[in-house]
């Protein structure tokens, strides 16, 4: 029997769970089409490596979403109803280097420039002018990020009427290197501060990353990156409460096999068992562009040259392999110091070059040396582990199609592999031997493909943070989140404003709600 609502969104990542929830405030009729038997998407914790221990499935820092009216004016109330609470260490990041320094990334911005002046006081007081010039501009940008974009030519004329909006976009066409090079001069200076950046799966060196540094520093010692209690997916999961609290459906274990179509027009979807879910009045996707265009809008009418522009698309320059642990103690550094305090531990090269050549190797399908990404987040939360107990992030970028096999390979090599990061971290630490590990859990960049079929190519990303797919450019020019089908809307890390803990739902869902009547800034009062 066909089930009947006013709108269906396929996929239940936050993304989508966030308009889903808005759209239920609102008093719509609104239901989630999930594939797994759980909400989360890219943001899940499950107990994967061992019973009892928490690990975070994809991603585990929230940082962009901090700025967002969704958790700053707690506008779903899902801080002070629905179970989220957030804990924000001081030291966010440690950046480690080969040789044993390292070099810490603080939310006190005291603490972070008495970390930077270790290395060079002239980049200590740079930095602190670095912000100084980047706070001015933040709240004007954070604006920008969660809510619908405008196109991007109405953007640069807008930014061009200023001098400060022509430093912006000089900024975005930039590299995070080639500004970092203009303020800074130690070369374990320049990798720490691009270190932080790259966390967009984009290499620092490539042109149009510097929007990304430019928000960062400014974003870092407003808000820190924050940790939720009990793991990545209570934010999910206190959007999936705040939806069935406002009378909103969630269908599990249901997959989507394509859009059901008339006469041009989005009706609701059809699943894999044949039943059909109807939307009166709008039907969003958080499916990847590529998945959706042209293969599951069957007989849709599409302007002459889009499915070439979808195809054309690209993906992230890189993307991840990632391992949990369940331990019996938490990893010891033999650096010591601050490092066992930091949220994360993030490896790099101790030269310019060196980590510059780490970066070049992925693009051609390389893996070279190991970089990985370390966080002991029971250090924090115990919640995440059983008591005296803790759990290990252990994550790193590398390229998804490899030079001596292509994709595929990752199925032959992904236990060699993931032992080749544990004993690197190994030669850093003194306790990460067999006798310490309860329990592992290995993901591939191919296991995240299949896991969720919308990270095509392994990419969390969908495609990739360029400056021609971003903002009004994202996923495409003239289509940010209306699709050529009528009433077919689309959000997620494929659309402005991008993928990785950002609350973008709130941006889409105002575009859905225009379409359907609602005054949004009612909604949120």
Known sequence: ????????????????????????????????????????????????????????????????????????NDELELRSKFGLEYIYPDIQMCVHFHDGTYLNICKPLDMMIDSIARYSKKDAKAYKAFYDWSIQSLDLLLAGMYSPTPSFGSFVAMMDQSEEGRGLLRAMMV??????????????????????VSECM?????????????IMVPMVHKFGGGMPVGGSGVLSESLERCILHHGGDIKLSSTVKEFKLENNECKGVILDSGEEILGSKAVVSTLNMKQMFPDMVKDAALPEGFVTSVERLRPSDFVCFQQGFALNEAPKYKAGGEIDEAFLVEFAPSTLEGYLRYFDDMSYGIRTNHNPVVACLTLFDKTRAPEGKHTLYLYEYTPFEL???????????????????????REYTTNMGPENIIGQWIQSPLDLER?????????????????????????LPGWNYKTPVDKLFMCGP???????????????VQAVMEELGIDFENVIS
């Open 1 to 72: 029997m066909n089930a009947e609502y006013e709108v269906v969104i396929s996929g239940a990542g936050h993304n989508a769970l966030c308009v889903a929830a808005y759209l239920a405030k609102a008093g719509v009729k609104v239901c989630v089409v999930e594939k797994n038997e759980y909400v989360g998407g890219g943001v899940l914790t499950r107990e994967v490596a061992a019973p009892g221990f928490k690990t975070d499935i994809c991603s585990f820092i929230h940082v962009m979403i901090q700025g967002n009216p969704l958790i700053l």
């Open 175 to 196: 590299s995070a290197l080639d500004i970092i090079d203009d303020w800074f001069e130690n070369e374990k200076v320049k990798i720490a501060l691009t270190r932080w």
């Open 202 to 214: 984009i290499a620092p060196q490539t042109k149009g990353t510097g929007f990304v540094f430019f």
């Open 403 to 425: 030079a001596d096999g292509g994709s595929s390979k990752w199925d032959e090599i992904r236990e060699e592999h993931a032992e080749d990061v544990l004993n690197f971290l």
């Open 451 to 475: 896991h969720n079929s919308a990270f095509k190519e392994g990419d969390f990303m969908q495609i990739g943070a360029f400056l021609d797919q971003t903002m009004g450019n994202r996923p």
């Open 494 to 508: 494929g659309t402005h404003p991008g993928g990785g803990v950002i609350g973008g739902g709130r941006a889409a």
